[in-house]
């Protein structure tokens, strides 16, 4: 088992992080969503939120079962050693071309089984018992379809493509893929599995894990699911892929002191969502997913002023640009 202790090669942005843990989370709050339509996302979870104050997690559970839609029906076939839930032959079919694609060009195997070692490692203190539990799931098609989505945009530095990029002389950081039923909400002797969790990159063993609730939403939903899914999975991405990035992030942003703590600058420009106002890290998370799924709000904000979450961030914009443009080098000239 590998340990979930950061390495002493980690950079200090993360070294700073007072638990210690490299499984960066997204989304036991939801992802703010890219479309307009998808705001009911935010207003039914925080409404929920303050409901769970109220009635406690029993109550909060059926209403979200109530509330919540996961996939059409289809039924599992497997792929390799995964399973995956189509609605025809024709799904089949696309379902096993997206996992051809993933492996073969951007060398990332479908593994749920590595999700659970992942989880197990990086949740030692969690009781075994509840460890034990941990699920494998099958893959449904939107999942897929918006894996495959988020994965093109990472393109030159993922498979062979990543030998002629900028980052050649470093391991891929996500490796292999998992699609796991619930995720487990700390490290501690107290640890349970947490619906809300959607995905997880685990650094230590270069994985990404996508839980059941990252294809749910609420049955009045009108957004373009496979879009905010894709959104998700490319935040979760950024977190393993552009980990490199973060100390050049947090030296051309005066909105952090460090890693985890604002610093309270007056004019400096704030993340594009609330949630990326958490920590640098998923700051430069959701600043990646605007980046590639709505560019035109991330340099002109989401209609908050200037300083607040939500604010035009033309900065973040011109680093993130930078980083994606570096990747593809000049091929070296031929004599
Ligand atoms: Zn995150």
Redesign the pocket.
């Known amino acids: 088992m590998i340990s979930a202790r950061p390495s002493p090669t980690h950079s200090p942005v993360h070294d700073r992080r007072p638990d210690g843990l490299r499984d ?4 036991d709050q939801p992802a703010p969503p890219l479309s307009t339509h998808g705001e009911t996302v935010v207003a039914n979870e925080s409404s929920l939120l303050a409901l769970q104050r109220t009635f406690g997690n029993a109550h909060v559970a059926r209403l979200v079962a109530e509330r919540l839609q996961r996939q059409p029906a289809g039924k599992p076939v497997a792929i390799g050693d995964e399973q995956v839930i189509v609605a025809s032959d024709a799904e089949k079919t696309e379902a096993e071309q997206i996992f051809k694609e993933i492996k073969e060009k951007y060398g990332i195997r479908m593994s749920s089984r590595s999700g659970i070692s992942a989880i197990d490692s990086n949740y030692e203190q969690v009781p075994e018992t509840v460890r034990k539990q941990v699920k494998t799931t099958a893959w449904t098609m939107e999942e897929l379809r918006a894996l495959a989505r988020a994965l093109t945009h990472f393109a030159p530095i993922l498979g062979k493509e990543r030998a002629s990029s900028s980052r050649s002389g470093s391991k891929q950081e996500t490796a292999s893929a998992s699609s796991i039923e619930q995720g487990i909400n700390e490290n501690t002797s107290k640890g349970k599995f947490v619906k809300k969790l959607k995905a997880q ?1 685990f650094d230590d063993l270069r994985n990404i894990t996508l839980y059941s609730s990252l294809t749910e939403f609420p049955a009045d939903f009108k957004g373009d699911r496979v879009l905010e899914i894709e959104g998700i999975i490319t ?2 991405l950024a ?1 393993g892929l552009l980990d490199y990035a973060t100390d050049d992030y947090l030296k051309h942003l005066d909105y952090w002191k460090t890693g985890d703590a604002k610093s309270g600058k007056q004019g400096a420009e704030a993340p594009i969502t609330d949630y990326g106002a958490t920590n640098l ?2 700051d430069l ?2 600043a990646v997913r605007f980046y590639f799924l709505a560019p035109d709000k991330l340099k002109n904000g989401r209609g908050e002023k200037p300083g607040k979450p939500g604010n035009p961030c033309p900065k973040r914009f011109a680093l993130i640009d930078g980083y994606v443009k570096a990747w593809k080098r000049t091929p070296p000239k031929t004599p």
């Open positions: 960066r989370t997204i989304h990159q935040h979760e977190h890290d998923e998370g959701d």
